[in-house]
């Protein structure tokens, strides 16, 4: 089985200071992963650098086995990107921007068949917002938005999805039903997911590991292990610096 993310000594600086330095990690298919720091730990970096945005100053990434830059099949990863905000103008509904996920896999150019609309309807079901399939994305709340995010991204069927702090200043009910789609989504989907968010208590029981980054890793290892060194997974942000001094 080969991993469907590695890292391997990774460092990336905007300016003279790091803001990874020397990270590395590896995900198998299927598995659960969360990514956890302080603001400006470097996790967003981490995952640009991860998914070949941004190309590290050192070290090699390789994302199902390829260079992330040069990964032929795009549709295989699923990114949710940080603090997504859809322009209030854009006049598309629901069904439609998920669908714009989906081709990424089949190519612009090809019509829709059975599975590509079967794919669609699956991703908008796994995030709950049949309900709202055909209104425009314009008049849903922020939670609702970032769900069709994670839809868009789903609807390739991806073996990796990555998330940058999707219940991040979103309503409860709406963090709520991210959290079971991200548990289905593992479940079902069989797809590997990593997980950027400060909000872990509710994923805690499908997590299969967590990664404390603070430039560099400080923790890679399951829940229960990190929970044995005292450090609850019902993290605030504000809270994080305080149990980081534990782990150092
Ligand atoms: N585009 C950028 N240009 C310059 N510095 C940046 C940029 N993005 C992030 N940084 C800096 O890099 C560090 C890590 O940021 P980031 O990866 O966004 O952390 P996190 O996602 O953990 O909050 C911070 O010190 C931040 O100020
Ligand atoms: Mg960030």
């Known amino acids: 089985m080969t991993a469907v993310l590695t890292a391997d000594a990774v460092s990336f600086s905007y300016g003279r200071e790091p803001a990874i330095d020397s990270v590395s990690l590896s995900i198998e298919p299927g598995e659960f992963v969360a990514l956890v720091g302080p603001n400006g730990s470097g996790k967003t970096t981490l995952l640009r650098v991860l998914l070949g945005l941004v190309r590290p100053q050192r070290g090699t990434v390789t994302v199902l086995g390829e260079d992330p830059r040069e990964l032929r099949d795009r549709g295989r990863v699923g990114y949710v990107p940080q603090r997504h905000r859809l322009d209030p103008e854009l006049p598309v ?3 439609e921007l998920v669908a714009t996920g989906r081709l990424a896999r089949r190519g612009w150019w090809r ?6 609309h079967e794919a669609i309807d699956h991703a908008i079901d796994a995030v709950a917002l049949s309900g709202v399939r055909k209104r425009p994305v314009a008049e849903l709340s922020g939670g609702q938005q970032q769900r069709v995010m994670i ?3 789903l609807a390739s069927n991806p073996d990796l999805l990555v998330l940058d702090e999707p219940v991040a200043g979103v309503d409860a009910e709406s963090q709520r039903l991210v959290r079971d789609s991200l548990g289905h989504i593992v479940r079902e989907l069989a797809a590997a997911v990593l997980l950027v968010s400060h909000e872990l208590g509710a994923v805690a029981d499908d997590l299969d590991r967590v990664i404390v980054l603070k430039r560099s890793v400080l923790f890679d290892g399951p829940p229960d292990e990190l929970a044995a ?3 609850s997974l019902g993290i605030h942000a504000s809270d994080l610096p305080l149990w980081l001094e534990d782990l150092g």
């Open 93 to 95: 509904t629901v069904a």
């Open 111 to 116: 019509r829709f068949n059975t599975e590509d």
């Open 151 to 153: 839809a868009r991204a």
């Open 229 to 231: 060194r005292g450090v």
